[in-house]
């Protein structure tokens, strides 16, 4: 799969981001099934499809390590949270066996 300039930068940015507040990459990738909340917090009060934002966002976590692959989650529940200058997202994962 061909994946953009934009999609590339996005995908170091966020496996830099976890670095920052990781111990070890190999030590905290999730091996097993997963449940995941996604808490999106979008930039402004334009209107916006949350759905959209998945793809990238599961993609680029598999890409920093956090799982081995997005076919883990089992459930994935998604909610739009609180505007916040630039955006942002929560992410809680639970690795259920």
Do not use: W
């Amino acid at each position: 799969m061909l994946v953009s300039r934009e999609g590339r930068r996005y995908r170091e940015r966020v496996r830099a981001l976890l670095a920052a507040v990781r111990l070890s990459p190999d030590t905290s990738t999730f091996r097993g099934r997963l449940d995941m909340v996604v808490t999106l917090h979008p930039p402004d009060r334009r209107r916006r499809d949350i759905d959209n934002s998945m793809k990238g966002l599961l993609d680029a976590l598999e890409y920093a390590g956090v799982y081995e692959d997005d076919s883990q989650i089992d459930h994935l529940t998604i909610d739009r949270g609180a505007v916040v200058p630039r955006g942002s997202c929560t992410i809680d994962i639970v690795e259920t066996y």
